[in-house]
């Protein structure tokens, strides 16, 4: 509980209808996505900032009374970054979501750190312009959070991620001083690029007030294309004969037998489910010569041991398709009353051994799991169904989780693609970073947070 003095402190800095301080209402954000068993604590309080000035009071007030706090957009994330780990205040941007510049001939849109990012690709959309960033939640997470946790999806393969589209930040520091970012212009060269190192900093570093964001011109058609294969090596074999043909899919995604069988069970698609696994390959581009590219990648699998391949220029159809690859998640709580998932990414040459290297790990500890990920990037979204209350279950999670992060390492990869570090993955970090390297990040940390108020214990142990 926060003490009555510092309630009242909090009521000067803020109206009553942003302060809640039940527990009750504090309770809703103890939690975020993350099915976990490690502790998390009750916020002390929970307060909705409106403006920058908000943002800067409370920093302020927190900072001087060494309080924690805890950033959150729509609490979306995977692995417990903006869960408690002390004392905290929970800060909640979603009364900051406002689109507050749109610039259609500069191709910019300036934005408040709650503008849920599906609301930036229909506003660009609105005149002709695109902002590809899509992590598969992005009718609800927030542009804050998207890069804060160095946010990607399904599209990353040929537009990059959600850093791929920060022109400028304005940030406020923990003792509330306002930092801007960033010329704001698609080319910069004058300093360190300090947008960048917000992105993945988990709101360890500063708060996002505003990001201007870049925008390209949005693609005027696209299509599907789906392909069945006897093995991950052959589907990887048919991935890279699409590079060599010279097309560039947006999107190359695939869903492995279990997958397919239990979005099947869930939601019934008329996915084939005999085959070992799919590919999605959607391409992107002018609707004059989209179908010679379809063309081109159906002749490329051909060579390439594929079955079944299909061209979807259908919309209704392809929105049937690409509910089927989202709703996997879902699909997997059907199996277990709890669902885990990673986001380990190795080059895209190992990733079939990566594949087979985990399912025979997950076998081995007896883990029912289901494969999908992004085949062009290399990135695999192990969807582990179990029981965490289980207690001999619980151990092997943990035992194959060390396995594969081994492997991932090995294979010349990394522990996190696209959902962060946050406390789930804090133990592991020492075994993919340099040494040196942490130690800067640390010496950041203290540089920009000197008393450790801006959400602790998430990516390392100071
Ligand atoms: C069903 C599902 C599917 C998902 N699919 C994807 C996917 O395809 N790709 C992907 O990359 N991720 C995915 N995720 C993970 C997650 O949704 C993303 O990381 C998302 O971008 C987080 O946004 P959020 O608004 O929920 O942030 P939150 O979870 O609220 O916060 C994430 C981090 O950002 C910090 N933060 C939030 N706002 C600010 C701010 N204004 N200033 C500073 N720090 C801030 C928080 O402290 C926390 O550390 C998925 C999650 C779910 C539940």
Same mark, same amino acid.
Request: glycine residues 6%; proline residues 3%.
């Given at each position: 509980m926060l003490s009555k003095s510092s309630i009242k402190d909090l009521s000067s800095i803020l109206?009553?209808?942003?302060i809640l301080i039940s527990k009750e209402e504090c309770y809703c954000y103890a939690q975020d996505s993350t099915n976990t068993r490690k502790p998390t604590k009750i916020p002390n309080a929970v307060v909705f900032v409106e403006s920058i000035k908000d943002i800067q009071n409370v920093l302020k007030y927190a900072n001087s009374n060494h309080i924690s706090i805890v950033s959150r957009g729509?609490?979306?994330?995977?692995?417990?970054?903006?869960?408690?780990? =002390?004392?905290s205040i929970v800060m909640n941007?979603?009364?900051?979501?406002?689109? *507050?510049e749109f610039d259609p001939i500069n191709m910019s849109m300036k934005v408040q750190p709650g503008v849920v990012v599906d609301d930036i690709k229909k506003i660009a959309e609105s005149k002709g312009?695109?902002?590809?960033?899509?992590?598969?939640?992005f009718k609800v997470s927030t542009i804050g959070g998207g890069i804060a946790q160095a946010s990607g999806g #399904?599209?990353?393969?040929?537009?990059?991620?959600?850093?791929?589209?920060?022109l400028s930040l304005t940030l406020v520091l923990a003792d509330g001083t306002i930092m801007k970012t960033g #010329?704001? &212009?698609?080319?910069d060269a004058v300093g360190y690029h300090l947008s960048q190192l917000m992105v993945g900093s988990e709101g360890t *570093? #500063?708060?996002?007030a505003e990001a201007e964001l870049k925008l390209i011109p949005k693609p005027e058609a696209n299509a599907l294309i789906t392909a069945y294969f006897d093995s991950m090596s052959d589907a990887v074999k048919g991935v890279n004969s699409i590079i060599e043909s010279r097309v560039f899919p947006s999107t190359i995604d695939f869903m492995d037998k279990n997958a397919i069988n239990t979005v099947e069970n869930f939601c019934?698609?008329?996915?084939?489910?005999?085959?070992d696994c799919m590919l999605l390959i959607e391409i992107e581009d002018f609707a004059y010569g989209l179908e010679n590219q379809a063309i081109k990648i159906k002749n490329a699998l051909k060579g390439s041991s594929a079955s079944n391949v299909n061209i979807v220029f259908d919309n209704e159809q392809k929105e049937r398709i690409w509910i089927a690859r989202r709703a996997s998640y879902a699909a997997v709580t059907?199996?277990?009353p709890d669902v885990v998932t990673d986001d380990i990414i190795v080059p895209r040459s190992s990733l079939a051994d990566m594949v087979d290297a985990c399912r025979i790990i997950c076998e081995k500890y007896k883990l029912k799991t289901c494969f999908v990920g992004h085949v062009g990037d290399g990135n695999i979204h192990p969807q582990i169904a179990l029981n965490l209350d289980d207690e001999k279950e619980f151990r092997n999670y943990m035992d194959a989780k060390a396995e594969i992060y081994d492997m991932v390492t090995n294979l010349g990869? &990394?522990?996190?693609? =696209?959902?962060?570090?946050?406390? =789930?993955?804090i133990d592991y970090i020492k075994d993919t970073l340099d040494d040196v390297a942490i130690e800067y990040m640390k010496r950041i940390k203290k540089t920009f947070d000197p008393n450790n108020i801006l959400n602790p214990g998430k990516i390392f142990r100071i």
């Amino acid at each position: 509980m926060l003490s009555k003095s510092s309630i009242k402190d909090l009521s000067s800095i803020l109206t009553s209808k942003n302060i809640l301080i039940s527990k009750e209402e504090c309770y809703c954000y103890a939690q975020d996505s993350t099915n976990t068993r490690k502790p998390t604590k009750i916020p002390n309080a929970v307060v909705f900032v409106e403006s920058i000035k908000d943002i800067q009071n409370v920093l302020k007030y927190a900072n001087s009374n060494h309080i924690s706090i805890v950033s959150r957009g729509a609490g979306t994330n995977m692995v417990g970054a903006c869960t408690c780990q =002390e004392n905290s205040i929970v800060m909640n941007f979603s009364k900051m979501n406002k689109i *507050l510049e749109f610039d259609p001939i500069n191709m910019s849109m300036k934005v408040q750190p709650g503008v849920v990012v599906d609301d930036i690709k229909k506003i660009a959309e609105s005149k002709g312009l695109y902002f590809p960033p899509d992590p598969s939640n992005f009718k609800v997470s927030t542009i804050g959070g998207g890069i804060a946790q160095a946010s990607g999806g #399904a599209k990353s393969f040929k537009y990059g991620t959600i850093k791929d589209y920060i022109l400028s930040l304005t940030l406020v520091l923990a003792d509330g001083t306002i930092m801007k970012t960033g #010329a704001g &212009t698609v080319k910069d060269a004058v300093g360190y690029h300090l947008s960048q190192l917000m992105v993945g900093s988990e709101g360890t *570093l #500063a708060v996002i007030a505003e990001a201007e964001l870049k925008l390209i011109p949005k693609p005027e058609a696209n299509a599907l294309i789906t392909a069945y294969f006897d093995s991950m090596s052959d589907a990887v074999k048919g991935v890279n004969s699409i590079i060599e043909s010279r097309v560039f899919p947006s999107t190359i995604d695939f869903m492995d037998k279990n997958a397919i069988n239990t979005v099947e069970n869930f939601c019934p698609s008329g996915l084939i489910r005999e085959k070992d696994c799919m590919l999605l390959i959607e391409i992107e581009d002018f609707a004059y010569g989209l179908e010679n590219q379809a063309i081109k990648i159906k002749n490329a699998l051909k060579g390439s041991s594929a079955s079944n391949v299909n061209i979807v220029f259908d919309n209704e159809q392809k929105e049937r398709i690409w509910i089927a690859r989202r709703a996997s998640y879902a699909a997997v709580t059907q199996l277990a009353p709890d669902v885990v998932t990673d986001d380990i990414i190795v080059p895209r040459s190992s990733l079939a051994d990566m594949v087979d290297a985990c399912r025979i790990i997950c076998e081995k500890y007896k883990l029912k799991t289901c494969f999908v990920g992004h085949v062009g990037d290399g990135n695999i979204h192990p969807q582990i169904a179990l029981n965490l209350d289980d207690e001999k279950e619980f151990r092997n999670y943990m035992d194959a989780k060390a396995e594969i992060y081994d492997m991932v390492t090995n294979l010349g990869g &990394t522990i996190s693609a =696209e959902h962060g570090i946050g406390i =789930e993955k804090i133990d592991y970090i020492k075994d993919t970073l340099d040494d040196v390297a942490i130690e800067y990040m640390k010496r950041i940390k203290k540089t920009f947070d000197p008393n450790n108020i801006l959400n602790p214990g998430k990516i390392f142990r100071i």
